[in-house]
C-alpha cells in the first residue's frame, strides 16, 4: 500500500518562500496524476495543483503564477514550490492522488504558516 510522507513546511514571511516535498512508498507511483492539496482551520481540504505522467500541471487560480509542481519519478517525490507566499496560504498541505476514488492514505501533511 502506498505511504505517504510530506515535509518542508515551516514560518515563513509574506512574501516569502518555501519547498514541500512528499515521497511516496511503492514502486508504482509513476503511472499516477499525483496532487498537492492545503487544509486551512474551519474550511474544507482544497486542491492546489496536480500533475499527471507527462509533467503536465494545473493550479487552482488561487496559486496560479506563485505555486510550481514537479515530480522526480525515480525519487517516488512530489515537489511544490511556493513563491510570494500570503497569510491566507496558511494550512497543512497534504499529497495524495488527484483522483478522490483513488486516494491513498492520508499522510501526516506538513504545516506552512505564513505570517509577520
Known amino acids: 500500500q502506498v505511504q505517504l510522507v510530506e515535509s518542508g513546511g515551516g514560518l515563513v514571511q509574506p512574501g516569502g518562500s518555501l519547498r514541500l516535498s512528499c515521497t511516496a512508498s511503492?514502486?508504482?507511483?509513476?503511472?499516477?496524476?499525483m496532487a498537492w492539496y492545503r487544509q486551512a482551520p474551519g474550511k474544507e481540504r482544497e486542491l492546489v495543483a496536480q500533475?499527471?505522467?507527462?509533467?503536465?500541471?494545473n493550479y487552482a487560480d488561487s496559486v496560479k503564477g506563485r505555486f510550481t509542481i514537479s515530480r522526480d519519478n525515480a525519487m517516488n517525490t512530489v515537489y511544490l514550490q511556493m513563491n510570494s507566499l500570503k497569510p491566507e496560504d496558511t494550512a497543512v498541505y497534504y499529497c495524495?492522488?488527484?483522483?478522490?476514488?483513488?486516494?491513498?492514505?492520508w499522510g501526516q501533511g506538513t504545516q506552512v504558516t505564513v505570517s509577520s
Open positions: 511503492g514502486s508504482v507511483f509513476m503511472i499516477y496524476t
Open positions: 495524495n492522488n488527484a483522483w478522490p476514488s483513488e486516494w491513498f492514505p
Open positions: 500533475i499527471d505522467t507527462r509533467r503536465s500541471a
